[in-house]
């Protein structure tokens, strides 16, 4: 069955649910955006996980569009699912490896037995994703997946992207 997908403003760090997505980059060792706040506020037990994860499976990186998970440190949630979104380029359709994004994040959530996940938009900050593309495939994927993930939920910082995920999540162009 699909999870029911609820869209909500707010900082992903905060949320409480089994786990929480982070828009991370190939080294898993932080950067800004989600990624950086995910760090701040979990913690270094995070860091020290990414740290094995990267030296144990992924030598060279997690590969774009795939997803790995680690406990959550000091955050309210119990995981976090660390996921590579692609660049935004104009000339080049790489919304598969987005839309893997969400799809191999609700896999590991499933592996984990996570019922609630928080994801945030994926590749629409540093990575230039254009926001309601982004919004469109990450809604298409997680409204169309079979999973046991029960409540995903799309975390939008602000005001304004919230006002466009609405709008596309009520299919107004
Ligand atoms: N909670 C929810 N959403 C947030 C938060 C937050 N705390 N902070 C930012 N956003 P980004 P990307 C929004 O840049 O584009 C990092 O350096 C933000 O407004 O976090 O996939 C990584 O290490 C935007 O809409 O992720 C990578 O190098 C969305 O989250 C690179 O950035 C995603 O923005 C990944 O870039």
């Given amino acids: 069955m699909a999870a ?31 990624d950086g706040a995910i760090h701040r506020r979990g913690g270094p037990d995070i860091l020290a996980e990414c740290r094995r994860i990267r030296s144990e499976q992924y030598p060279d990186g997690l590969p774009t569009g795939e997803a790995v998970a680690t406990t959550a440190g000091r955050l309210p949630a119990r995981w976090v699912i660390h996921t590579v979104g692609p660049t935004w380029a ?16 609700l ?6 037995g996570a019922r609630t996940v928080a994801f945030p938009l994926v590749s629409a900050g540093v ?14 994927v997680l409204r169309s997946s079979d999973t046991a993930v029960e409540r995903a939920v799309l975390v939008l910082f602000d005001a304004a992207t919230l006002a466009i995920a609405e709008r596309v999540a009520a299919g107004t162009p």
Avoid at 127 to 140: E, F, G, I, N, T
């Fill in 4 to 34: 029911t997908t609820e869209l909500v403003q707010g900082d992903i760090t905060g949320q409480r649910v089994d786990a929480i997505v982070n828009a991370a980059n190939h080294s898993l060792l932080g950067g800004g955006g989600v």
């Fill in 90 to 105: 104009k000339t080049k359709d790489k919304s598969p490896l987005l839309r893997s994004c969400y799809q191999r994040s």
């Fill in 107 to 112: 896999a590991v959530a499933d592996q984990l």
């Fill in 127 to 140: 990575y230039r994703w254009p926001k309601d593309d982004a919004v469109r495939q990450a809604l298409s």
